[in-house]
């Protein structure tokens, strides 16, 4: 059985007089595929932007690997082994698809602008491990063809993968997605969920936002379902597709319907 990797505890988060998290309690399993789930304005988004650090919670804790993660800093976490990808993209659109890998991985290295003045060979050294390992991410991702493109031409499937393995090349033990398949295409969406796949393949823990419920019901272990901040089920898939609270809260009339005339597996 695989340990505990993240362990969300009483997590609670206000803006305001609105309660986006409340007393929010899951855990995710080391090498597992964990998704989180629920309507627009659920708190899911915030949930992920606390753990990555972005935000502070009201109260609660966020332990990875048993380290409560609440207060430190993006960067900090990042070294940890955590990284992340975002709802809206974002590459550094005037820099090559290959530049923007490396980005990556420069904040987990000790060089500094001071070491290309008085360690010149150390620096370039360094650099050279980075790109070395960024073009073997780009051949693992299918688009080493691209590496010398410029971000602001490449297609939209592209960005998404690209965006993805910026978040891979800092060698992660838990990488976290905000809804990583939206925007593509049925065969890009089919293609992504096989990386997914094969990144999860290598031991890698994936938490992912997500309203494809294809996508969703494909490759989660467990899924967390929010509904006004709060924690309404948490199951595997096929019990989510069966739990009325989940489909009355946010998979709809429609999709019980389909149920109903065995158009949905159960």
């Known amino acids: 059985m695989n340990k505990t990797l993240l362990q969300i505890k009483n997590l609670t988060k206000s803006f305001g007089g609105l309660v986006a998290v409340n007393d929010l309690s899951f855990s995710v399993e080391e090498k597992s595929i964990h998704a989180l789930i629920g309507p627009n304005g659920s708190g899911k988004t915030t949930t992920l932007n606390m753990i990555a650090?972005?935000?502070?919670?009201?109260?609660?804790?966020?332990?990875?690997?048993?380290?409560?993660?609440?207060?430190?800093?993006?960067?900090?976490?990042?070294?940890?082994?955590?990284?992340?990808?975002?709802?809206?993209?974002?590459?550094?659109?005037?820099m090559t698809a290959l530049e923007n890998i490396m980005i990556g991985i420069h904040r987990n290295y000790p060089s500094h602008i001071v070491d290309f003045i008085v360690n010149i060979s150390k620096a370039k050294k360094e650099e050279l491990i980075i790109k070395e390992k960024a073009i073997e991410i780009l051949n693992f991702l299918g688009l080493y063809r691209i590496k010398?493109?410029?971000?602001?031409?490449?297609?939209?499937?592209?960005?998404?993968?690209?965006?993805?393995?910026?978040?891979?090349?800092?060698?992660p033990k838990l990488i976290l997605l905000d809804e990583p398949a939206a925007g593509l295409n049925p065969s890009e969406r089919a293609d992504f969920v096989n990386l997914l796949k094969q990144i999860n393949n290598n031991g890698?823990?994936?938490?992912?936002?997500?309203?494809?419920?294809?996508?969703?019901?494909?490759?989660?272990?467990?899924?967390?379902?929010?509904?006004?901040?709060?924690?309404?089920?948490?199951?595997?898939?096929?019990?989510?597709?069966?739990?009325?609270?989940?489909?009355?809260?946010?998979?709809?009339?429609?999709?019980r319907k389909k149920k109903e005339q065995g158009e949905v597996d159960a």
Not at 70 to 82: A, D, E, F, N, Y
Not at 150 to 166: F, I, S, T
Request: charged share 25%.
């Open 204 to 255: 890698i823990t994936l938490l992912l936002i997500e309203h494809n419920m294809d996508v969703v019901m494909d490759i989660s272990n467990t899924i967390t379902v929010l509904n006004f901040g709060k924690k309404i089920a948490e199951a595997g898939p096929k019990e989510i597709q069966n739990d009325d609270s989940v489909i009355d809260a946010y998979l709809g009339s429609s999709y």
């Open 53 to 94: 650090g972005e935000l502070i919670p009201d109260s609660g804790s966020v332990l990875y690997q048993d380290q409560d993660l609440v207060k430190s800093k993006p960067h900090l976490i990042s070294r940890m082994g955590l990284s992340r990808t975002f709802q809206n993209i974002r590459l550094f659109s005037g």
């Open 148 to 171: 010398d493109e410029k971000v602001e031409n490449l297609a939209y499937g592209n960005q998404k993968v690209l965006e993805l393995g910026r978040a891979l090349i800092s060698n």
